[in-house]
């Protein structure tokens, strides 16, 4: 798993909370991961990057949350644990399925991609035959054999 640090800034609102987190990204490489709504309009917002680039968001984002009047507090954590990002649920990213990416593209991208695939198993004429959904399995097969 690559270490990610992670920033959290906690308003009163979402009035508070956007511009922080957009000040935040602006100001550094993180990558806003989710918000929480807590209860008397606390809400809580999540990025995460490198150690540097998330406390120099953290910093922008939680300067415009006081100028707002909104902020009640922010945090960096510069090496979570495992289990720390384990108890975050949306730190667990579901494995999304090649077909569905593969369903996503065009047959002409899926042609240009499978050209590029070592031991693809249809050539020639035969190739430009293939209907889209022969091509993404073809191309499963192959994905499937490679990572044995």
């Given amino acids: 798993m ?17 511009p922080a987190l957009d000040e935040a990204v602006k100001a550094a ?9 807590a209860d008397a309009g606390i809400v809580t917002g999540y990025m995460i990057g490198d150690v540097a680039s998330v406390q120099a968001a953290v910093d922008s984002g939680g300067k ?3 100028q707002l ?16 990002f384990n108890l975050l649920e949306f730190f667990r990213v579901p494995k999304q399925d090649k077909r569905d990416i593969f369903q996503k593209m065009t047959v002409a991208e899926l042609q240009k991609m499978a050209r590029g695939m070592k031991d693809f198993p249809v050539k020639g004429r035969e190739f430009y035959k293939l ?9 499963i097969k192959v994905d ?3 990572n044995k």
């Fill in 2 to 18: 690559k270490t990610y640090a992670l920033g959290m800034i906690e308003t009163i609102g979402l009035t508070s909370l956007i």
């Fill in 29 to 37: 490489d993180v990558k806003v991961v989710k918000y929480e709504k």
């Fill in 64 to 66: 415009i949350a006081k």
């Fill in 69 to 84: 009047g909104g902020f009640r507090s922010s945090k960096v954590i510069a090496k979570p644990a495992e289990s720390v």
């Fill in 131 to 139: 209907k889209k959904a022969e091509l993404i399995e073809a191309m």
């Fill in 144 to 146: 499937r054999q490679l």
